[in-house]
């Protein structure tokens, strides 16, 4: 690797069928953060990873309706506080970034 590489990027911890999945991967990374690949910039903001979120993955995403086949979407998204909404995402962000972290590698 030494003589043929430069860096060396790793794209998680997980086994893909070859190269090609992995360069779009990175393509997708990068492209993302072109001006304009968005429809808003600040979609990019608060994302899995990102500084914003200290580095852990994503809170959980819910739409309408708010209930659906007996799946609701947790009450406290429902409540219009923003505040309490912006702790239950960061405690969410940080309950997925443990699992994570804990997950045997196989």
Known sequence: ????????????????????????????????????????????????????????????HYTRPAEFREWGVPEVLLSGHHEEIRQWRRARSRERGAATDEAPLS
């Open 1 to 60: 690797m030494q003589h043929f590489c430069s860096d060396a990027v790793s794209i998680g911890r997980y086994v893909i069928a070859g190269g090609e999945l992995a360069a779009m991967v990175v393509c997708d990374a990068i492209l993302r953060k072109q001006p304009g690949a968005l429809g808003d910039a600040d979609s990019a903001v608060e994302e899995s990873f990102s500084a914003a979120l200290e580095g852990d993955p994503e809170y959980p």
